[in-house]
């Protein structure tokens, strides 16, 4: 977000926590001797950085869970901003595809119903022009009228928006692993998906 926007007034908590659960448990059985044994097992933590939920003057803008429950959903990768979603799933994008898959989600109802968590690739040492924020930041307070020249070209303005899923950046060693993970997904040939994420970003 811009430093200093004048139109943030509070910036709310977030639990945040991004798990994924795997079906089958690395070792012999006998190892496990107790259910945390079990839990460390089956989960494993993913270094992420969540979009948290903001209010404004206007009402509500970012991230959040849509309840105060977890979500959970089996994990799939977007390669490009147009890929379809068969059921509600968490969806793994490139860094580079997330402002036109933002986009998209805004003006697509069916497909944002179907979004229940995205996870955003982390793109290493590469540079990309993205920013969030609007192609010209706090017009409002302008001194001048004229307001259409692009202070931000690269600006889509997607973190005015509110979106009720959790968003998380991925760092580039969960980037990895989660892509390990989601081909896995695609590879299953029964189309039972059985590694899924499990998102905890319930604004308090």
């Known amino acids: 977000m811009a430093a200093g926007s004048a139109a943030t007034l ?50 509500e803008i970012g991230c959040s869970n849509p309840g105060h429950g977890l979500v959970i959903a089996p994990i799939v990768r977007f390669k490009n901003s147009d890929d379809q979603l068969a059921q509600p799933s968490a969806v793994l994008l490139p860094l580079d595809q997330m402002p036109a898959f933002f986009l998209r989600v805004s003006n697509d109802p069916e497909l944002y119903h179907k979004v229940a968590g995205v996870l955003v690739e982390s793109n290493g040492d590469k540079l ?24 931000n070209p690269s600006g889509s303005g997607i973190m005015w928006n509110r979106y009720d899923f959790p968003v998380f950046l991925l760092s580039e060693e969960s980037t990895q692993t989660l892509r390990k993970i989601a081909d896995k997904n695609e590879k299953s040939s029964n189309g039972y998906q059985a590694n899924v994420a499990e998102f905890d970003l319930v604004m308090q």
Not at 138 to 146: H, I, M
Request: net charge negative; glycine share 2%; with cysteine.
């Open 10 to 59: 509070l910036a709310a908590v977030a639990c945040a926590v991004l798990v994924l659960l795997a079906p089958a448990v690395s070792g012999d059985a006998a190892t496990l001797e107790s259910v945390p044994d079990l839990v460390k097992a089956m989960y494993v933590n993913i270094e992420s950085f969540p979009c948290v939920r903001l209010l404004n003057l206007s009402g």
């Open 128 to 151: 990309l022009e993205l920013s969030p924020d609007r192609k010209f930041p706090q017009e409002d307070f302008a001194p001048y009228s004229n307001v259409s020249h692009d202070w």
